[in-house]
């Protein structure tokens, strides 16, 4: 009886360790070892996120392709941007990380000057002014009155470009052609303006 306790106990340990052990796999979903997926994301533009099963899949940074442009414009309010050819800046706050809850960039004043910089490369570049979106606003108080944030309108936005919570805050540019380019989680400012002037060169 002893001996079937330890064996019970062995063959329970071993069962529970299998569940526990974490799977890698790159961004199509391929098994990979564990040296490559932190490889690719000390040396690359990529994110390891949890995949549902119990392992960590590999995503693109700064992902970039097309869509229907039509649902995105109108949801926010943009159609007249969509008809006279002007692109969709859409800046996306994932609601409050560790990430956007400190450092000396996360205040009302330095938000002002990134909102002045970003209209006027809207307006530079061809685009409406910046639509402001969250997916949840705990910790949005910090940032000032100085623009209106919108709640994304019945996860379109999350359900096409910003699947996970990325930390930090991402964003994305819709041409209207449809042709979109974003980067998930922290980015640099000027990002958004390389994003906008590479859209309106391919078009």
């Known amino acids: 009886m002893k001996q079937f306790y330890i064996l019970f106990i062995l063959v329970f340990s071993s069962i529970q360790t299998a569940f526990a052990q974490t799977g890698y796999k790159d961004e199509m979903g391929r098994d990979v070892s564990k040296v490559y997926f932190e490889q690719q994301i000390l040396e690359g533009p990529f994110f390891g996120i949890p995949d549902g099963e119990h392992g960590k899949i590999l995503v693109h940074r700064m992902p970039f392709g097309k869509v229907d442009p039509l ?5 926010t309010g943009n159609l007249k941007a969509l008809e006279s050819g002007r692109s969709l800046i859409v800046i996306f706050y994932p609601g409050k990380d560790e990430c956007n809850s ?9 938000f002002s000057k990134e909102h002045k910089t970003l ?30 944030w919108i709640s994304d309108p019945e996860h379109i936005f999350q359900d096409q470009f910003f ?6 805050g991402s964003f994305v540019i819709i041409h209207p052609s449809g042709e979109y380019r974003a980067i998930l989680g922290g ?17």
Request: charged content about 20%; overall charge positive.
């Open 102 to 110: 400190s450092g000396a960039g996360d205040n009302s004043d330095s």
């Open 71 to 75: 649902p995105f414009f109108a949801k």
């Open 163 to 168: 699947k996970y919570p990325y930390p930090c």
């Open 119 to 148: 209209s006027k490369w809207a307006e530079k570049g061809d685009a409406a002014p910046p639509v402001y979106m969250y997916g949840n606003p705990h910790g949005l108080e910090k940032y000032g009155e100085e623009v209106t």
């Open 187 to 203: 980015y640099p400012l000027s990002q958004v303006q390389v994003a906008l002037k590479k859209l309106n060169r391919a078009n």
